[in-house]
């Protein structure tokens, strides 16, 4: 019985000093263990004993209320176990609670039937080995019951359905009933076993655990909810549980007019019951649901055809293992891949597989499958990287002329792409973070600023996409729909690319979810025809009148609202799968949702999906795809879930070891995010007295969010640069590899591969590292303490400032729509291929180029310029030179710059070249000025003549 072990007195717990309900029950059921392993070898009488005796009651009453939210063990089973302890029966209760915490930890309850003592009964339908083969390969899940139900109701439910599993079902699934809407919630956010959510008629909204760390999962539920009647609750708790985890399938069970409701709410529920009069179809149904969600129709395909007897006549010798089991010489390539690989090896679209380029089979199910998971209205498969997603975005949307506003330290396909597609490029600058020598992210003050710059030049119907990278390599996260919201009551058709190659599993996880482009664009293009914020706008509208909007301070310091009839909602994401979530290197995918697709985008989008993709894509990398999508919608929430708490602990290790922040620091939010974006004026994700409850708030309201499972290490202190922090250290020395640096940070992600065991090797790495620092600085002498003291202030204190983007040379620069004023844009690739030319071009070291500087003259960069780190151009082709950037260029320490030759300087264009061009520019400018004009004279005559009297 519940209150058996959940006395009222003590149900609120003391969870608050774990990161996490998971750790906490984890950590649970190894003290409870321990304690009563303890207790078993104390007598009654000894002092020792009252206080482990109280310290087994104080752990029963925490994990109560989160083992009423899992199958296993179960109300039941831990009610006895709770018992047993209560008279005094620790022995049997050591067994069973050392046999729970095993099954636990191994997973085995999944494949088990077990009772608390022994070792477990098979059950009577498993009759041979290979039926116990079969029960063992079938995954296991736990459905939901939400309904307030009796100890014998539930007992009773649970053995009607072990009565309807068959031995050649393809999944084996428990249930798990809670009373409350309040612990449905929970119960959805806590249980990773969950695929299915059944909810019944009737139910109290109030849970009857008060525990804080539960709580936090109902700081967003409206209380006002209470006050709806119970029969109406179902729906409103099946919209917050779609809201929360897309991903489960749910089911309404009720007694009231079933047509009714079915018309209502029958978008949220993959299908309604009346009353209890089907159960067979709900058990199948849920079956099935599940089933729909495990198919891989590719990798299914690719399978089946590896198993085809096959004559290869065509290209690639590879193709069923062939070149290689025929040699003498390479058949250690066999033994170490295996021969599955091989067999699945082929050129072929045909017998049963597909084509990418056209696909009408598996393939394009693959991809429908990879849009449900994705949230998208399409989905697209790339096997050579987001590099080409990218670029195939780019060229489909964007025409010659075009204006597009893209972030200057975005990934370099992007830049490559523009100069293909042939557009004008306006370069967004960052908030500098100096300090670490990295920047942040692209203000939205500066993005609305230049929408009026162009509008005011006349040229904001040019002006066709926004170009942000979300999230950016250091973590930080845009407020995705406030940044759409604003952008589109300037320009309502603004298209919007959302690089999210690092972001891929973002869509796992509500707090990570609210922040990804996919998810926004559904949010918007529903908000765009709700009557209520239709009325919203108006009255916006009626407050922000047409002087308002000539006024630039008010405008940049106000929450803009888009015009809900002239919005055209279209939004791209491009993931790099194989970073973030499962899937061979090179697998990717696109992301659309477009209103205008069809009308506007669809023919253009396959010509250059055509161009950049491959005609012989890689099977395996599909394959890849497409059972990373299926990890995605069955466990993606519970592996991105574990991916934070990893994050948080190496976070907190850090910050609570003596030695360890004696050296290092992991940037807290306040050291990236400037108090300016910060709305919540959050400090820090994670303080020792609170946890991490800060963590959702601000992901809530900040302009900038941060990931924490980006952990940037500020190294400064121990003396030594990221380049060789990570190469002679991590990499050479432990075998820790890494992607990022900057001069005095290193930067650690946390993945859905990361592991506990990971997470501790990492620690006492960075222990050993510290460890050699403190020695090596104590066996200095004098001389060498002032040498290591004026490294770390350098590393610390003296980082040279970080340059803005500083314009593009006349020659290259954009114009108004009179031709006269100069806008933020150039002509990207123009400047690129003008450099092909070597006549263009001369080349100009550090020395003689800031000498040229002082004089006046302008140096323009003839190529990307691109230092590691950062790792972004800090010149375009066709960008001046600045003083800042070259100051920037000499204080540089790091050995790799990518466009610059150190025994020749920078590839600039010479003055005749510039000459030439800025001569062409002005010409076209001239003309277009001149055509205007005329445009104008005609337009003026054919008025005059519309209005001259008539005889």
Same mark, same amino acid.
């Given at each position: 019985?519940?209150?058996?072990?959940?006395?009222?007195?003590?149900?609120?717990?003391?969870?608050?000093?774990?990161?996490?309900?998971?750790?906490?029950?984890?950590?649970?059921?190894?003290?409870?263990?321990?304690?009563?392993?303890?207790?078993?070898?104390?007598?009654?009488?000894?002092?020792?004993?009252?206080?482990?005796?109280?310290?087994?009651?104080?752990?029963?009453?925490?994990?109560?209320?989160?083992?009423?939210?899992?199958?296993?063990?179960?109300?039941?089973?831990?009610?006895?176990?709770?018992?047993?302890?209560?008279?005094?029966?620790?022995?049997?209760?050591?067994?069973?609670?050392?046999?729970?915490?095993?099954?636990?930890?191994?997973?085995?309850?999944?494949?088990?039937?077990?009772?608390?003592?022994?070792?477990?009964?098979?059950?009577?339908?498993?009759?041979?080995?290979?039926?116990?083969?079969?029960?063992?390969?079938?995954?296991?899940?736990?459905?939901?019951?939400?309904?307030?139900?009796?100890?014998?109701?539930?007992?009773?439910?649970?053995?009607?359905?072990?009565?309807?599993?068959?031995?050649?079902?393809?999944?084996?699934?428990?249930?798990?009933?809670?009373?409350?809407?309040?612990?449905?919630?929970?119960?959805?956010?806590?249980?990773?076993?969950?695929?299915?959510?059944?909810?019944?008629?009737?139910?109290?909204?109030?849970?009857?655990?008060?525990?804080?760390?539960?709580?936090?999962?109902?700081?967003?539920?409206?209380?006002?909810?209470?006050?709806?009647?119970?029969?109406?609750?179902?729906?409103?708790?099946?919209?917050?549980?779609?809201?929360?985890?897309?991903?489960?399938?749910?089911?309404?069970?009720?007694?009231?007019?079933?047509?009714?409701?079915?018309?209502?709410?029958?978008?949220?529920?993959?299908?309604?019951?009346?009353?209890?009069?089907?159960?067979?179809?709900?058990?199948?149904?849920?079956?099935?649901?599940?089933?729909?969600?495990?198919?891989?129709?590719?990798?299914?395909?690719?399978?089946?055809?590896?198993?085809?007897?096959?004559?290869?006549?065509?290209?690639?010798?590879?193709?069923?293992?062939?070149?290689?089991?025929?040699?003498?010489?390479?058949?250690?390539?066999?033994?170490?891949?295996?021969?599955?690989?091989?067999?699945?090896? #082929?050129?072929? &679209?045909?017998? @049963? $597989?597909?084509?990418?380029?056209?696909? =009408?089979?598996?393939?394009? +199910? %693959?991809?429908?499958?990879?849009?449900?998971?994705?949230?998208?209205?399409?989905?697209?498969?790339?096997?050579?990287?987001?590099?080409?997603?990218?670029?195939?975005?780019?060229?489909?949307?964007?025409?010659?002329?075009?204006?597009?506003?893209?972030?200057?330290?975005?990934?370099?396909?992007?830049?490559?792409?523009?100069?293909?597609?042939?557009?004008?490029?306006?370069?967004?600058?960052?908030?500098?973070?100096?300090?670490?020598?990295?920047?942040?992210?692209?203000?939205?003050?500066?993005?609305?600023?230049?929408?009026?710059?162009?509008?005011?030049?006349?040229?904001?119907?040019?002006?066709?996409?926004?170009?942000? #990278?979300?999230? &950016?390599?250091? @973590? $930080?996260?845009?407020?995705?729909?406030? =940044?759409?919201?604003?952008? +589109? %009551?300037?320009?309502?058709?603004?298209?919007?690319?959302?690089?999210?190659?690092?972001?891929?599993?973002?869509?796992?996880?509500?707090?990570?979810?609210?922040?990804?482009?996919?998810?926004?664009?559904?949010?918007?293009?529903?908000?765009?025809?709700?009557?209520?914020?239709?009325?919203?706008?108006?009255?916006?509208?009626?407050?922000?009148?047409?002087?308002?909007?000539?006024?630039?301070?008010?405008?940049?310091?106000?929450?803009?609202?888009?015009?809900?009839?002239?919005?055209?909602?279209?939004?791209?994401?491009?993931?790099?799968?194989?970073?973030?979530?499962?899937?061979?290197?090179?697998?990717?995918?696109?992301?659309?949702?477009?209103?205008?697709?069809?009308?506007?985008?669809?023919?253009?989008?396959?010509?250059?999906?055509?161009?950049?993709?491959?005609?012989?894509?890689?099977?395996?990398?599909?394959?890849?795809?497409?059972?990373?999508?299926?990890?995605?919608?069955?466990?993606?929430?519970?592996?991105?879930?574990?991916?934070?708490?990893?994050?948080?602990?190496?976070?907190?290790?850090?910050?609570?070891?003596?030695?360890?922040?004696?050296?290092?620091?992991?940037?807290?939010?306040?050291?990236?995010?400037?108090?300016?974006?910060?709305?919540?004026?959050?400090?820090?994700?994670?303080?020792?007295?609170?946890?991490?409850?800060?963590?959702?708030?601000?992901?809530?309201?900040?302009?900038?969010?941060?990931?924490?499972?980006?952990?940037?290490?500020?190294?400064?202190?121990?003396?030594?640069?990221?380049?060789?922090?990570?190469?002679?250290?991590?990499?050479?020395?432990?075998?820790?590899?890494?992607?990022?640096?900057?001069?005095?940070?290193?930067?650690?992600?946390?993945?859905?591969?990361?592991?506990?065991?990971?997470?501790?090797?990492?620690?006492?790495?960075?222990?050993?590292?510290?460890?050699?620092?403190?020695?090596?600085?104590?066996?200095?002498?004098?001389?060498?303490?002032?040498?290591?003291?004026?490294?770390?202030?350098?590393?610390?204190?003296?980082?040279?400032?970080?340059?803005?983007?500083?314009?593009?040379?006349?020659?290259?620069?954009?114009?108004?729509?009179?031709?006269?004023?100069?806008?933020?844009?150039?002509?990207?690739?123009?400047?690129?291929?003008?450099?092909?030319?070597?006549?263009?071009?001369?080349?100009?070291?550090?020395?003689?180029?800031?000498?040229?500087?002082?004089?006046?003259?302008?140096?323009?960069?003839?190529?990307?310029?691109?230092?590691?780190?950062?790792?972004?151009?800090?010149?375009?082709?066709?960008?001046?030179?600045?003083?800042?950037?070259?100051?920037?260029?000499?204080?540089?320490?790091?050995?790799?710059?990518?466009?610059?030759?150190?025994?020749?300087?920078?590839?600039?264009?010479?003055?005749?070249?510039?000459?030439?061009?800025?001569?062409?520019?002005?010409?076209?400018?001239?003309?277009?000025?001149?055509?205007?004009?005329?445009?104008?004279?005609?337009?003026?005559?054919?008025?005059?003549?519309?209005?001259?009297?008539?005889?």
């Amino acid at each position: 019985m519940k209150e058996t072990f959940t006395p009222a007195a003590n149900r609120s717990g003391s969870m608050t000093r774990h990161r996490s309900v998971w750790e906490m029950r984890a950590d649970g059921w190894i003290s409870l263990v321990d304690e009563l392993s303890r207790l078993a070898t104390l007598a009654r009488d000894q002092p020792e004993f009252e206080r482990r005796i109280a310290r087994v009651r104080q752990i029963i009453t925490d994990l109560a209320p989160v083992e009423s939210y899992w199958a296993f063990p179960g109300h039941r089973v831990f009610g006895e176990l709770a018992t047993w302890i209560e008279r005094g029966e620790l022995a049997r209760a050591y067994q069973a609670a050392r046999r729970i915490h095993r099954m636990l930890a191994a997973q085995t309850y999944r494949h088990e039937t077990s009772t608390l003592e022994g070792e477990g009964e098979l059950p009577s339908q498993i009759e041979t080995d290979s039926e116990r083969q079969a029960q063992l390969s079938r995954p296991y899940f736990e459905v939901l019951i939400v309904d307030e139900m009796s100890p014998s109701e539930e007992d009773a439910l649970r053995r009607r359905v072990q009565r309807k599993r068959m031995p050649d079902d393809d999944f084996i699934f428990d249930v798990v009933v809670v009373p409350s809407f309040e612990d449905a919630l929970v119960a959805t956010m806590v249980n990773f076993n969950l695929q299915a959510v059944v909810i019944r008629h009737g139910f109290p909204f109030r849970s009857m655990y008060h525990s804080d760390m539960l709580r936090r999962f109902l700081e967003s539920v409206d209380d006002s909810i209470e006050q709806i009647p119970e029969l109406e609750r179902g729906p409103l708790l099946g919209r917050q549980i779609a809201h929360l985890r897309p991903e489960l399938d749910l089911y309404l069970v009720t007694d009231v007019d079933v047509e009714d409701v079915a018309a209502r709410v029958g978008e949220i529920f993959k299908r309604i019951f009346f009353r209890e009069e089907d159960h067979t179809e709900l058990y199948s149904s849920i079956m099935k649901g599940v089933g729909e969600r495990h198919r891989t129709p590719f990798f299914h395909a690719l399978r089946e055809y590896a198993k085809q007897p096959t004559g290869v006549f065509h290209a690639l010798p590879l193709a069923r293992g062939k070149s290689i089991m025929n040699s003498n010489w390479i058949g250690d390539l066999q033994q170490f891949y295996g021969m599955n690989l091989f067999m699945a090896e #082929t050129s072929a &679209t045909s017998g @049963g $597989l597909d084509s990418l380029l056209d696909p =009408v089979g598996p393939l394009k +199910l %693959a991809q429908e499958y990879a849009a449900r998971a994705g949230g998208a209205r399409r989905t697209y498969f790339a096997t050579n990287g987001t590099s080409t997603c990218n670029k195939i975005v780019v060229q489909a949307l964007i025409r010659p002329d075009d204006i597009v506003l893209v972030d200057r330290n975005c990934h370099k396909s992007h830049h490559y792409g523009l100069v293909l597609a042939g557009a004008q490029v306006a370069y967004l600058d960052s908030y500098p973070l100096d300090p670490y020598s990295m920047y942040g992210a692209v203000p939205l003050r500066h993005i609305k600023q230049t929408l009026l710059d162009y509008r005011r030049a006349g040229t904001l119907s040019r002006v066709r996409m926004v170009l942000l #990278t979300n999230c &950016t390599f250091d @973590g $930080l996260v845009y407020n995705v729909e406030r =940044v759409m919201m604003e952008c +589109l %009551a300037i320009k309502p058709d603004l298209i919007f690319l959302w690089d999210e190659a690092w972001f891929a599993f973002a869509r796992c996880h509500p707090i990570y979810r609210q922040r990804t482009g996919m998810a926004t664009a559904k949010l918007l293009a529903e908000r765009m025809v709700d009557p209520e914020y239709a009325r919203q706008h108006a009255a916006f509208a009626e407050s922000f009148d047409d002087a308002a909007w000539d006024d630039d301070d008010r405008v940049l310091a106000t929450r803009l609202l888009p015009d809900p009839k002239k919005v055209r909602v279209r939004v791209y994401a491009t993931h790099s799968t194989h970073k973030t979530l499962t899937s061979l290197r090179q697998g990717s995918m696109i992301h659309v949702w477009d209103q205008d697709f069809k009308d506007k985008a669809e023919e253009a989008f396959h010509e250059a999906y055509m161009t950049h993709t491959s005609t012989s894509p890689n099977y395996q990398i599909l394959a890849s795809l497409d059972v990373g999508r299926r990890q995605v919608e069955l466990e993606g929430y519970e592996l991105v879930q574990r991916q934070l708490e990893l994050a948080m602990s190496l976070r907190e290790q850090v910050l609570k070891h003596p030695l360890l922040k004696k050296y290092f620091s992991f940037l807290r939010v306040s050291d990236i995010v400037p108090l300016e974006f910060r709305e919540s004026a959050v400090e820090s994700y994670y303080s020792p007295d609170s946890g991490w409850s800060n963590l959702e708030m601000a992901w809530r309201t900040d302009e900038f969010a941060l990931d924490p499972s980006r952990a940037t290490l500020s190294i400064g202190a121990t003396g030594l640069d990221g380049d060789t922090f990570k190469n002679r250290q991590l990499m050479d020395k432990y075998g820790i590899q890494i992607n990022k640096t900057s001069r005095n940070t290193v930067l650690f992600m946390t993945h859905i591969g990361s592991t506990r065991s990971s997470i501790a090797y990492l620690i006492e790495v960075l222990v050993k590292i510290a460890r050699d620092v403190d020695q090596q600085i104590a066996d200095m002498s004098a001389i060498e303490r002032r040498i290591h003291a004026k490294r770390v202030r350098s590393l610390t204190l003296e980082q040279p400032p970080l340059p803005d983007f500083s314009s593009f040379h006349f020659a290259f620069r954009g114009r108004s729509v009179e031709g006269r004023a100069e806008t933020r844009d150039g002509d990207i690739r123009s400047a690129f291929f003008l450099s092909y030319d070597d006549e263009n071009c001369e080349y100009i070291d550090m020395g003689d180029a800031a000498q040229a500087i002082r004089s006046g003259r302008e140096l323009v960069s003839a190529l990307f310029v691109i230092p590691y780190p950062p790792g972004f151009p800090i010149l375009v082709p066709g960008q001046v030179i600045s003083a800042e950037i070259l100051q920037f260029m000499q204080a540089l320490d790091v050995r790799e710059i990518h466009g610059f030759r150190p025994e020749l300087g920078f590839r600039i264009f010479n003055d005749a070249a510039l000459a030439r061009v800025a001569q062409a520019t002005a010409a076209r400018a001239a003309l277009a000025v001149s055509d205007r004009a005329a445009l104008v004279a005609v337009a003026d005559t054919v008025i005059d003549v519309a209005e001259a009297p008539r005889d």
